[in-house]
């Protein structure tokens, strides 16, 4: 068997995100980790939740050095453009296919908080291509194109733990701060605060 042919269940797998030093938890070898240990789509379902209206946020696993999300997307969802207030961050498609669009910050004013975005590179993620965001370049949006047809499920690793992040405008050259909120903690439901 190659590497990265088994599929892990989830427990396992965060077992073994638990066992790594914080010291590991570098763009390179978190990446390295994702590619060698994908995660079997079936052990997910208890932290599978959807919503027609929005991609849903499931907290799968939190300690003080890392969190672990499983987003549900249908056709046609995406997130706006944002950053991870500075965490780093990897993605793994265990379901389906998603786009991330990169951007690179041109101008920008804090204090009128009014910037000017480009795009840069582009993505395409499946089950065998998960990725690290660049932490020079942090800001990028994900989506599940409409022409895509199928929900897709996105496994996404952030280090450290963060609730806030910038959401950016690209038509009104803008970006203002936003809380973010789970859709679910451990497979249950969180009451989503009125925004």
């Not at 590991?24 to 599978?48: K, W």
């Not at 910037?115 to 998960?130: D, F, I, N, Q």
Request: glycine share 6%; net charge negative.
């Amino acid at each position: 068997m190659r590497i990265g042919d088994e599929r892990w269940p989830i427990d396992r797998f965060v077992a073994a995100l638990d066992e790594l030093p914080e010291r590991d938890f570098t763009v390179a070898s978190v990446l390295r980790f994702l590619r060698c240990h994908p995660v079997a789509i079936d052990s997910l379902r208890p932290y599978l939740f959807w919503d027609a209206q929005r991609y849903t946020r499931n907290l799968i696993h939190k300690t003080a050095v890392y969190e672990l999300l499983a987003l549900c997307w249908e056709p046609g969802q995406r997130a706006a453009i944002h950053n991870h207030d500075g965490q780093l961050c990897w993605m793994a498609v265990p379901l389906g296919r998603l786009t991330v669009q990169n951007y690179r910050a041109k101008a920008q004013d804090p204090a009128a908080c009014v910037c000017e975005l480009e795009p840069t590179v582009g993505y395409e993620m499946g089950p065998a291509s998960p990725l690290a965001v660049e932490p020079g370049e942090p800001i990028h949006d994900v989506a599940n194109p409409p022409g895509f047809g199928e929900r897709a499920v996105s496994l996404h690793l952030y280090s450290r733990p963060f609730d806030h992040c910038l959401v950016y405008d690209l038509a009104g050259k803008r970006y203002a701060e936003r809380r973010l909120h789970y859709t679910t903690i451990a497979g249950k439901p969180v009451a989503r605060p009125d925004t």
